[in-house]
């Protein structure tokens, strides 16, 4: 059974820095590109960034670029996103996901994406 699990999330100001991190179990983490998707309350679920599955390649929502960085280490089977300059709009419930085949390049398309986490919640005050 795979289990994604995010941690991190709080309560930080804005121009702060938070980062979150996803510890993945029950598959074989590193032949998958991972992913962060967000999303606030009355809105769909967007994509923010997702990582090929060596970690060789990158990519972002343009409300993110040169604010987030994703990494991944597939030792320890985990994907984090170091989040800085963050702005009141970017408060919302971060969810990692694991994408539906192996060695394909991150999608930012929902349903590529086969497995979620439960979130974790990221608030930003002005």
């Known amino acids: 059974q795979v289990q994604l699990v995010e941690s991190g999330g709080g309560l930080v100001q804005a121009g702060g820095s938070l980062r979150l991190s996803c510890a993945a179990s029950?598959?074989?983490?590193?032949?998958?590109?991972m992913g962060w998707f967000r999303q606030a309350p009355g809105k769909e679920r967007e994509f923010v960034g997702g990582?090929?599955?060596?970690?060789?390649?990158?990519v972002y929502a343009a409300s993110v670029e040169g604010r987030f960085t994703i990494s991944r280490d597939n030792a320890k089977n985990t994907v984090n996103l170091q989040m800085n300059s963050l702005k009141p709009e970017d408060t919302a419930v971060y969810l990692c996901?694991?994408?539906?085949?192996?060695?394909?390049?991150?999608?930012?398309?929902?349903?590529?994406?086969?497995?979620w986490g439960r979130g974790t919640q990221v608030t930003v005050s002005s």
């Open positions: 996901a694991t994408q539906r085949s192996p060695y394909k390049a991150p999608s930012s398309q929902l349903g590529q994406w086969q497995y």
């Open positions: 990582i090929s599955w060596n970690g060789g390649s990158t």
């Open positions: 029950g598959r074989s983490f590193s032949l998958y590109a």
